[in-house]
């Protein structure tokens, strides 16, 4: 195959990925416009026009693009996962980076294959992963693998220490293993129990009494004693030939364990034991194996969460002994961040808050797009750094530990007056051992520090861009990083040197890229899709500009063949920021730019999850949505699709835009969308509708009750009708809690809204969601059954979940929508 835009390959390329051969190309270098990105669109002069029935279908039509993709131990090669044609089993290739042809892995040979989450020791030479629960270490230099553990006991958390030992962890125990000898010793046992008391003496005064009138009472409890004073002397007597036992506390839950890689001390995070429910969370599911109704648990609400901090100990494996680690020396661990909020509700109340400072509940950093830990460790195990976070959420502190003196030493802290990012928070230390890296939003976007432990924190990017997925590489001293620095739709890989502190593009694919780097940092498999051209696998050097292969190639003919409008991506001009809204726009089919006369009706879709981006340059999650969107403007509607303020990837003021008020500015966004179109591509004001899912369904509610004057009609699918009722890690960022503030959730929620319903609504509600509970939906249709509403219809899916899986529950729900459209539009 001939070198090729990698546009026009994603397209063209053979179809079966089992059998494809790798191929090289050229990456692109076009300058994208800030206002309008065009990208070309290989399906417009296909045959056959999409349907809905066809959107709708089990996307193995589209693609069955490679899964969980990692690097070999060498680096010659790579694994993924496909699923299997009809079935939702996942095969394993293996495909090696020369150009040869991808091979099937048989099952016999699985357990040779390594992981995602495989461990190296210090010079690569060593490679250890565990499958199904056991111990495997591959020899790279000598093409050997051994098998270390043999248990139904799963092994976990592998770590080789400074003198060559590997380390793995079953259930609460860390053990180490002499790779030369295969000697296993047990370094650790945690116990969640308070330690034993040994023989006690009577304190009762029948007890003396009994000790004083019955010998066989005394002598058996003299034999006790002497028995257990003999244990005592000889666990002193023989102390490295024991396990350390550590006990944590009765009634106490192991958050964290991690060991310092000499393996002398062990940092361990500890909380009071409680449930991610109580037993009256629960959800009724109606269609089961036996024709029962099952009762399944359920997430807690954020109404009943309560405040809890967590314990962090520091225990010495030599010295045997277990410090527990305050948060006072940490900036700010007693202020009270929520004064002016509770001032405001207490006002509300006709009271007066008095403000005082204490202590805040601390935990460690809850990171939901981590592959790391909070817990970091430098190369020589004799520094630690836990990240950690408040449990009001306004607070992140990186934080060492003073060893000697048992204290924390506070390295930096990002304090945010909204709510504490949870994404955007790797970090780690360099290679010189006494200096973290680290991202913070302090500036307004995520991007890269750097701080020596006794010095300033030195910032190394800096614009309008979010800087994310850091990859330390010591063997270059560099960092790795993806960021939207040309458009914040497009995202490439990019390199920091170290020594000079310059950024430098290893990546020009004008798309949605992701990166892993190679054991041995000299490549980059990368993971790159385009807005009509679904993710596929490519390898190149992990250097400027530097030639593309190309690994899989998953497209199908049904899809190549199928004609499909694909969306420009434009920037609307706020009303409320200085900041457009990027927003993706499908024109209609028969669109002429710069025609008169035209009537035209338009569809706004909300994207989901709120805090997600949507209008980037790659293939989107929202996969049938692009389908229905560009069926929809193929009969002329005008669809936009809005990353409205919350939306990510925007910075820090665009994010944190809801604090406290929920669906007011995403909807004023909404409203310049429509002007938008009114003024670009004669849209009938009068004759727009929107819809959406999860947020986006919440956001449908919120712009037809509180903005009835904007939409004709809407849909909401699977929506959020009160926050009270959602969960706590996501809703408490954003609303703080129940408790503290009901004025944000009053305002925030759409059933206090209910009132404000004119205008036709769809609600469509699935039954067994542990996500947004079906209950959401049943509150809100009683609501407006008593405030008489006349002009809503609600539909249920019994056996679907928040994401819906079934293709017959699929096309009924957009079925439905597309009636809702036509008929009211």
């Avoid at 990925?17 to 309008?36: G, K, N």
Wanted: charged letters at 20%; glycine letters at 6%; proline letters at 4%.
């Amino acid at each position: 195959m001939k070198n090729k835009s990698l546009v026009a390959l994603a397209i063209t390329a053979s179809l079966t990925l089992t059998a494809c051969q790798t191929t090289q190309i050229t990456q692109a270098t076009v300058a994208p416009s800030v206002e309008v990105i065009n990208q070309a669109n290989p399906n417009q002069t296909a045959e056959k026009n999409i349907t809905l029935e066809q959107a709708m279908a089990h996307p193995d039509w589209i693609a069955r693009s490679a899964e969980r993709s990692y690097w070999a131990a060498d680096s010659s090669s790579v694994f993924y996962a496909q699923k299997q044609a009809g079935s939702e089993l996942r095969d394993i290739f293996h495909q090696p980076i020369s150009g040869e042809q991808a091979h099937l892995v048989s099952d016999e040979k699985r357990h040779q294959i390594g992981s995602r989450s495989a461990v190296f020791n210090q010079d690569k030479s060593l490679q250890a992963y565990v499958f199904k629960g056991n111990v495997f270490v591959n020899n790279i230099k000598k093409s050997t693998l051994t098998q270390l553990t043999r248990s139904n006991e799963r092994a976990s958390d592998l770590q080789f220490l400074t003198t060559g030992e590997l380390v793995y962890r079953q259930g609460n125990g860390f053990f180490a293993v002499n790779l030369t000898s295969g000697f296993t010793q047990q370094l650790a046992q945690l116990n969640l129990a308070d330690e034993p008391k040994g023989v006690t003496e009577p304190t009762s005064y029948i007890a003396k009494e009994q000790h004083k009138l019955i010998d066989f009472v005394a002598l058996t409890h003299k034999n006790k004693k002497q028995r257990a004073e003999q244990d005592k002397q000889l666990l002193d007597a023989n102390s490295s030939v024991f396990t350390n036992q550590f006990y944590l506390g009765k009634g106490q839950e192991l958050v964290s364990a991690s060991l310092s890689p000499n393996g002398q001390q062990m940092i361990v995070v500890i909380k009071a034991k409680s449930s991610w429910r109580d037993d009256s969370d629960i959800m009724p599911n109606y269609i089961t194996q036996d024709a029962g109704i099952e009762s399944v648990p359920a997430r807690r609400r954020v109404a009943d969460e309560k405040s809890s901090g967590s314990t962090v100990l520091m225990l010495d494996l030599d010295k045997k002994t277990q410090t527990a680690l305050t948060f006072d020396t940490l900036p700010g661990f007693d202020e009270d961040v929520l004064a002016s909020v509770k001032s405001e509700n207490y006002a509300r109340d006709g009271k007066t808050y008095k403000s005082e400072r204490k202590a805040r509940d601390i935990n460690l950093m809850m990171d939901w797009g981590w592959s790391q830990t909070a817990i970091q460790w430098n190369a020589a195990g004799d520094q630690v750094a836990l990240m950690l976070e408040a449990w009001d959420n306004k607070d992140r502190w990186i934080a060492t530990v003073d060893f000697e003196n048992a204290r924390f030493v506070s390295q930096h802290r990002l304090h945010d007056t909204a709510w504490v990012n949870y994404t955007y928070n790797d970090y780690g230390w360099l290679a010189d051992n006494s200096t973290l890296y680290f991202l913070s939003e302090e500036s307004g976007y995520s991007h890269i520090y750097t701080k020596q432990l006794n010095g300033k924190p030195q910032q190394h990017t800096q614009g309008q861009f979010v800087v994310s997925n850091l990859t330390l590489d010591t063997k270059n001293n560099r960092l790795i990083y993806k960021a939207n620095k040309k458009h914040p739709g497009i995202y490439e890989v990019y390199q920091l040197d170290l020594a000079n502190k310059t950024s430098t593009a290893l990546t020009e694919l004008n798309g949605m890229t992701d990166y892993q780097l190679s054991p041995d940092s000299q490549k980059l498999l990368l993971t790159h899709s385009k807005l009509v051209s679904p993710p596929e696998l490519f390898v190149a050097n992990a250097e400027p500009n530097a030639p593309l292969t190309q690994l899989t190639d998953t497209v199908t003919e049904q899809f190549k063949q199928t004609q499909l409008i694909a969306p420009k991506i434009v920037a609307v001009p706020s009303s409320h920021t200085s900041q457009p809204i990027y927003a993706k726009v499908y024109y209609p089919a028969d669109y002429v730019p710069g025609e008169q006369g035209k009537n035209r009706k338009a569809v706004i879709f909300n994207h989901g999850a709120g805090y997600l981006q949507n209008s980037h340059l790659g293939w989107s999650g929202y996969f049938r949505e692009f389908m229905f969107h560009s069926l929809l403007a193929s009969e002329g509607y005008v669809v936009m699709d809005m990353d409205y303020r919350a939306s990510k990837g925007y910075g820090r003021d665009w994010r944190t835009a809801i604090y406290r008020h929920m669906g007011k500015p995403e909807i004023e966004d909404l409203a310049d969308g429509i002007t938008w179109m009114v003024d670009n591509v004669n849209v009938n004001k009068d004759a727009v509708g929107t819809y959406g899912g999860s947020y986006g369904g919440f956001m449908t509610f919120m712009a037809l009750m509180t903005r009835p004057e904007l939409f004709q009609a809407g849909a909401a699918l699977r929506p959020v009708s009160d926050w009270a009722h959602y969960n706590a890690p996501y809703t408490s960022n954003i609303l703080n809690h129940p408790d503290v503030d009901p004025i944000a959730y009053e305002r925030s929620s759409p059933i206090y809204f209910a009132q404000g319903l004119e205008d036709p609504l769809l609600i469509n509600a699935p039954m067994v969601d542990d996500n947004v509970f079906f209950q959401d939906v049943v509150r809100l249709v009683q609501r407006f059954i008593e405030l008489e509403k006349e002009d809503f219809e609600t539909a249920i899916y019994p056996v679907e979940p928040h994401g819906f899986r079934q293709p017959s529950g699929w096309l009924d729900e957009y079925r439905r929508i597309y009636k809702l459209f036509k008929e009211n539009l």
